[in-house]
């Protein structure tokens, strides 16, 4: 079983920017982070491969958050920049361990317990 636990999360202003950090405690192929807003359902924002091959974005952040990984510390980064309102979410990170990269829930198979990011306006 692999445990993800992140960290990073918090307030900020909009324009501003956040650094997700997503620690896994074994190799995963593919990592990832999605989204949920209050009264909607999880949202995919960002995957990366275990080479760092295959990227994906969502087009809502696409532009505006770059998604990084460390193998050497089985981390995954979210570096988030003008930041909006519409980000606010808990954000959960996503690994998985079989060799392929996808942008659904059920792509992958271990999930963190979320971060929670909030933008003013």
């Known amino acids: 079983q692999v445990q993800l636990v992140e960290s990073g999360g918090g307030l900020v202003q909009a324009g501003g920017s956040l650094r997700l950090s997503c620690a896994a405690s074994?190799?995963?192929?593919?990592m990832g982070w999605f989204r949920q807003a209050p009264g909607k359902e999880r949202e995919f924002a960002a995957a990366?491969?275990?080479?760092?091959?295959?990227?994906y974005y969502a087009a809502s952040v696409k532009g505006r958050f770059t998604i990084s990984r460390d193998n050497g510390k089985n981390t995954v980064y979210l570096q988030m920049n003008s930041l909006k309102p519409e980000d606010t979410a808990l954000y959960y990170c996503a690994a998985d361990k079989r060799p392929r990269i996808g942008v659904s829930v059920i792509d992958y198979e271990y999930w963190g317990q979320g971060t929670q990011v909030t933008v003013s306006s």
């Open positions: 074994e190799r995963t192929f593919s």
């Open positions: 990366i491969s275990w080479s760092r091959d295959r990227i």
